[in-house]
């Protein structure tokens, strides 16, 4: 199943202004499935000197807890460039599934990407502006999509590398738990199965993703949406 947190980066030729990058955001999400919610996650970004660190905890409520009691753990951590985020390492853990643990370093002097799982060890040629999946979720922060309909990217989850591809459109208003956000809707082009992302960005509130959609193949959807938020610039 393509997970969920699978999203978004844009190779955007923008100046990043460090100023406009928010010193810290602390997010808080619920995940759900047909409206039942299954787990909450909750994130940290953090800037210091040119660099950031993203750490992601994802717990399970309700019945998933009871039967498939797991904590996710994901960081993310890397330089602030003049592009935004530029990830040196990721790492995804789980407390019980350790065979789906995985880790990418990113070698940027030698443009060799390094991805460690259950798989083995993989060394891949790593393109300009890819990101890890945690860093995606924070790229709009450091680079606005101002001004770009169409996105084209690589993002690793620390086993593959995949090329995805976005459009935009430029004002929606949606409504999560957080509040009624006006935003910036991503979403996949149509593809030959029902399975499609969608993204929303909050547009008053650093571009943080406020709501996130997947259908799978077979149309099943999964919903992240925003519960908390706070922003320290």
């Known amino acids: 199943m393509r997970t969920l947190f699978v999203l978004f980066l844009a190779c955007l030729s923008f100046n990043l202004r460090a100023e406009t990058l928010p010193q810290r955001i602390e997010a808080s999400y619920d995940i759900l499935k047909h409206d039942i919610k299954l787990a909450e996650v909750n994130e940290i970004?953090?800037?210091?000197?040119?660099?950031?660190?993203?750490?992601?905890?994802?717990?399970?409520?309700?019945?998933?807890?009871l039967f498939q009691p797991e904590t996710i753990v994901v960081s993310s951590e890397g330089e602030i460039t003049q592009h935004g985020l530029l990830p040196l390492h990721f790492k995804h853990s789980r407390t019980r599934n350790h065979e789906k643990n995985s880790s990418a370093?990113?070698?940027?002097?030698?443009?060799?990407?390094?991805?460690?799982?259950?798989?083995?060890?993989?060394?891949l040629t790593l393109h300009p502006f890819t990101q890890d999946?945690?860093?995606?979720?924070?790229?709009?922060?450091?680079?606005?999509?101002?001004?770009?309909?169409?996105?084209?990217?690589?993002?690793?989850?620390?086993h593959k590398v995949n090329e995805y591809h976005y459009?935009?459109?430029?004002?929606?208003?949606?409504?999560?738990?957080?509040g009624n956000l006006r935003s910036y809707y991503l979403y996949t082009p149509p593809q030959k199965t029902?399975?499609?992302?969608?993204?929303?960005?909050?547009?008053?509130?650093?571009?943080?993703?406020?709501?996130?959609?997947?259908?799978?193949?077979?149309?099943?959807?999964?919903?992240?949406?925003?519960?908390?938020?706070?922003?320290?610039?």
């Open 45 to 65: 970004f953090e800037r210091h000197e040119g660099h950031y660190r993203i750490t992601s905890v994802t717990k399970p409520v309700g019945l998933l807890a």
């Open 105 to 123: 370093d990113f070698d940027w002097e030698n443009n060799e990407l390094t991805l460690s799982s259950q798989s083995g060890i993989k060394l």
């Open 133 to 158: 999946r945690l860093s995606i979720m924070y790229q709009f922060a450091a680079q606005p999509p101002h001004g770009r309909l169409e996105f084209k990217f690589d993002m690793t989850n620390g």
């Open 167 to 178: 459009q935009l459109n430029p004002a929606q208003t949606v409504q999560v738990p957080f």
């Open 194 to 233: 029902k399975w499609k992302s969608e993204l929303w960005l909050a547009i008053d509130h650093s571009f943080v993703p406020c709501k996130v959609v997947v259908t799978e193949d077979d149309g099943a959807q999964l919903v992240q949406v925003l519960r908390k938020l706070n922003i320290e610039q």
